[in-house]
């Protein structure tokens, strides 16, 4: 199609009525008492600079289709690097940034810069907007999982030997390592990280072309656009491409997941501060206005909270979603700014467990004495009596006739002689029962992969490490590819302004 004939976009004679050159014809629908209502431009401000990324990267592709001739072209691009400067406060009125930043062009190059809107809607535009920021902030949200990992990681490295009671029920259970605590919680995050990724794959498929969704007259270069905007590929389907959001509910979802995952952290440390196991730095205390020796983990209470709003916002964003019609429906535009909050809110809520959990300090001698209360080696005096020939069944009894007793080698002796009619020392040695009631001892024996002993904590730790470095090279890979598409599109509008 010849620029001759592309004849939307423009203003009309007749819009010229009032003398106000920058009133499009569209601003009869939305000049009532629900202009404010309507309106995204305040929560557009987010997205400010993926809308002018994004028609930069449209006009540069309808010039090389000869769709806009190449001066015009340059003189909307000149415009738009103007209107970066001034930034997005300094926008006209407008019912959302898509909106604004057109009529800012039309303002700066007349009739013509309404040419800029050939061959799109709003509808795709905001959607790859949506997108292209998005990238960002899931890789910044993927940037501080690894953190939290490494932080986790320095603390395993740490405190491989530092034994430590281990709970079900929040009762005493049986000893384990801080090591094999902290590798808990970098395990579960390093799936954190995982589903972030795989959100990310989805996110990074552009929208644009599909116009309102019914696709377009003009030869548009789809490709081409993505391409530019760094973009992996297309979303095909035009009305897929305009309507679809379960890129954004996934990556609530994701982020949900990884405020759970955190919340459950935040929560032991609270524990383990109360009993005086663990020493939050100042910096992640906070006190009381009225009692003056309160030390308060408040940072990790917190993050523990953090999990409430980002669950809040995907049932929003779900009930939002749900139902919706094809194609394109207003709706969407509540939609994103779940988005937006939840990705602010557990980003800084995983910077935050990051740092209080690398500043923390363990009390070693606490946790030793507190790993063997509530006869907590029971399992492991049951085990041992397994291995020398006894069913666990009978042996899980006995024990427990010694942990009704005081749970010590004289309790289990007396249980022996009870509910087996034999002296213990008849069917095992006896320094492998102290030794078994030993919480270290106890701990060392448990060497089954994965286990909290040194050696399976070690191995543990390589995964940890290789998990990580990899997943610094996607990281960086991914951020590579959005810098590179960049400068390449910087260097083609460079080409025409
Ligand atoms: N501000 C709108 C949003 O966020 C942009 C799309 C408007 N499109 C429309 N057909 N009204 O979804």
């Given at each position: 199609?010849?620029e001759?004939?592309a004849?939307?976009g423009g203003l009309?004679?007749?819009?010229?009525a009032?003398?106000?050159e920058?009133v499009v014809?569209?601003?009869?629908?939305?000049g009532?008492?629900?202009?404010?209502f309507?309106?995204?431009?305040e929560?557009?401000?987010?997205?400010?600079e993926?809308d002018?990324?994004?028609?930069?990267?449209?006009?540069?592709?309808?010039a090389?289709q000869?769709?806009?001739?190449?001066?015009i072209a340059?003189?909307i691009?000149?415009a738009?690097?103007?209107?970066?400067?001034?930034?997005?406060g300094?926008?006209p009125?407008?019912e959302?940034?898509?909106?604004?930043?057109?009529?800012a062009?039309i303002?700066r190059?007349?009739e013509d810069?309404g040419?800029?809107?050939?061959a799109r809607?709003r509808n795709?535009?905001?959607a790859?907007?949506i997108r292209?920021?998005l990238?960002?902030d899931?890789l910044e949200?993927?940037?501080?999982?690894?953190?939290?990992r490494e932080s986790l990681?320095?603390v395993?490295?740490a405190h491989?030997?530092?034994v430590?009671p281990?709970?079900?029920?929040?009762?005493p259970a049986?000893?384990?390592t801080?090591?094999?605590?902290?590798?808990?919680?970098?395990?579960?995050?390093?799936?954190?990280?995982a589903r972030l990724?795989?959100?990310?794959?989805?996110?990074n498929?552009?929208?644009?072309?599909?116009?309102?969704?019914?696709g377009?007259t003009f030869?548009v270069?789809?490709?081409?656009?993505a391409?530019l905007?760094g973009f992996?590929?297309?979303v095909e389907?035009s009305?897929?491409a305009?309507s679809?959001?379960?890129?954004?509910?996934?990556t609530?979802q994701a982020l949900s997941?990884?405020?759970?995952?955190?919340s459950?952290l935040?929560e032991?440390v609270?524990?383990?501060?109360?009993?005086?196991f663990v020493?939050l730095a100042?910096d992640?205390?906070?006190t009381s206005?009225?009692?003056?020796?309160?030390?308060?983990?408040?940072?990790?209470?917190?993050?523990r909270?953090?999990?409430?709003?980002?669950?809040?916002?995907v049932?929003g964003l779900?009930?939002?979603?749900?139902?919706?019609?094809?194609a394109?429906?207003?709706d969407?535009?509540?939609?994103?700014?779940?988005?937006?909050?939840?990705a602010?809110a557990?980003t800084e809520?995983?910077?935050?467990?990051?740092?209080a959990?690398a500043t923390?300090?363990w009390?070693e001698d606490?946790?030793?004495?507190?790993?063997?209360e509530?006869f907590s080696t029971?399992?492991?005096?049951a085990?041992?009596?397994?291995?020398?020939?006894?069913p666990f069944?009978?042996a899980?009894?006995?024990v427990?006739v010694?942990?009704e007793?005081?749970?010590?080698?004289d309790?289990?002796e007396a249980?022996?002689a009870?509910?087996l009619g034999e002296?213990l020392?008849?069917f095992v040695d006896p320094?492998?029962?102290?030794?078994a009631?030993?919480p270290?001892?106890?701990v060392?024996?448990?060497?089954?992969?994965?286990?909290p002993?040194?050696?399976a904590?070690a191995?543990?730790?390589?995964s940890?490490?290789?998990?990580?470095?990899d997943?610094r090279?996607?990281?960086a890979?991914?951020r590579?590819?959005l810098?590179d598409?960049?400068?390449?599109?910087?260097?083609e509008?460079?080409?025409?302004?």
């Amino acid at each position: 199609m010849s620029e001759e004939s592309a004849q939307f976009g423009g203003l009309g004679d007749d819009d010229d009525a009032d003398g106000d050159e920058s009133v499009v014809r569209r601003d009869r629908f939305s000049g009532g008492p629900a202009r404010s209502f309507l309106s995204s431009l305040e929560a557009d401000e987010r997205i400010f600079e993926a809308d002018l990324e994004v028609d930069r990267a449209h006009v540069v592709m309808l010039a090389e289709q000869g769709i806009i001739a190449d001066d015009i072209a340059g003189e909307i691009l000149t415009a738009l690097d103007t209107i970066e400067v001034s930034g997005h406060g300094s926008l006209p009125e407008g019912e959302d940034v898509h909106e604004a930043i057109e009529t800012a062009v039309i303002d700066r190059v007349g009739e013509d810069g309404g040419k800029m809107h050939t061959a799109r809607s709003r509808n795709d535009e905001v959607a790859a907007c949506i997108r292209y920021r998005l990238r960002e902030d899931v890789l910044e949200a993927i940037e501080t999982t690894l953190a939290l990992r490494e932080s986790l990681v320095e603390v395993a490295d740490a405190h491989a030997e530092t034994v430590m009671p281990g709970y079900t029920h929040l009762q005493p259970a049986q000893p384990t390592t801080v090591a094999h605590w902290a590798l808990s919680y970098e395990s579960a995050v390093r799936r954190d990280t995982a589903r972030l990724f795989g959100a990310y794959e989805r996110i990074n498929e552009s929208p644009l072309g599909a116009a309102a969704f019914a696709g377009t007259t003009f030869d548009v270069d789809r490709e081409r656009t993505a391409e530019l905007l760094g973009f992996d590929g297309v979303v095909e389907n035009s009305m897929d491409a305009a309507s679809s959001r379960d890129f954004l509910l996934e990556t609530v979802q994701a982020l949900s997941t990884h405020a759970t995952t955190l919340s459950g952290l935040a929560e032991d440390v609270v524990v383990f501060a109360n009993r005086g196991f663990v020493d939050l730095a100042d910096d992640y205390s906070s006190t009381s206005s009225i009692m003056p020796q309160k030390k308060n983990p408040d940072t990790l209470e917190l993050v523990r909270a953090v999990a409430g709003d980002a669950a809040g916002a995907v049932q929003g964003l779900t009930t939002t979603l749900k139902g919706l019609p094809r194609a394109y429906n207003r709706d969407l535009q509540r939609a994103t700014t779940h988005a937006w909050e939840t990705a602010d809110a557990v980003t800084e809520a995983s910077e935050v467990a990051a740092g209080a959990v690398a500043t923390a300090d363990w009390n070693e001698d606490a946790l030793a004495t507190e790993a063997g209360e509530g006869f907590s080696t029971a399992t492991g005096v049951a085990d041992l009596l397994a291995a020398n020939g006894l069913p666990f069944r009978t042996a899980h009894e006995m024990v427990a006739v010694a942990a009704e007793n005081g749970g010590d080698y004289d309790a289990l002796e007396a249980a022996a002689a009870d509910v087996l009619g034999e002296p213990l020392e008849s069917f095992v040695d006896p320094a492998a029962v102290e030794d078994a009631l030993d919480p270290s001892e106890s701990v060392a024996s448990r060497d089954s992969t994965g286990g909290p002993a040194p050696e399976a904590v070690a191995s543990q730790l390589e995964s940890a490490n290789a998990a990580l470095a990899d997943d610094r090279g996607s990281l960086a890979e991914n951020r590579t590819a959005l810098e590179d598409a960049y400068e390449a599109l910087r260097a083609e509008v460079n080409g025409y302004v």
